[in-house]
């Protein structure tokens, strides 16, 4: 089955598709698309939702790679609210 991986870092999306045997999981996934160390560990989703990565696929699924955020959303908009005071 064709399963798409897909990674978002600054700026750009880099994806990689990946044939897998049926029954595979998330894990398998990330370890066959090459886009993170194996022993990746962040958080993943499939199809926008949050899932496990023992979280089995179907085909034409799309695994998504979550980066962990550099700074709290809200404190990054108090920055720009101050910035703009001044």
């Known amino acids: 089955m064709r ?6 870092e600054r700026g ?3 994806e990689c598709l990946v044939e897998l045997e049926e ?8 370890r066959a698309s090459g ?18 990565a023992d979280q089995l696929l179907t085909a ?3 695994v998504e790679l979550y980066l962990p955020l550099l700074t709290d959303p809200r404190t990054r ?3 720009r ?4 005071a001044r």
Do not use: K
């Not at 399963?3 to 978002?8: E, S």
């Not at 886009?35 to 496990?52: E, Q």
């Open 23 to 30: 029954g595979s999981t998330v894990a398998a996934a990330v």
């Open 35 to 52: 886009l993170v160390a194996a022993d990746w560990s962040g958080a993943v989703g499939v199809h926008g939702r949050v899932v496990d």
């Open 77 to 79: 908009r108090r920055q």
């Open 12 to 14: 750009y999306v880099r």
């Open 60 to 62: 034409d699924d799309r």
């Open 81 to 84: 609210v101050t910035r703009r």
């Open 3 to 8: 399963i798409r991986v897909c990674l978002a």
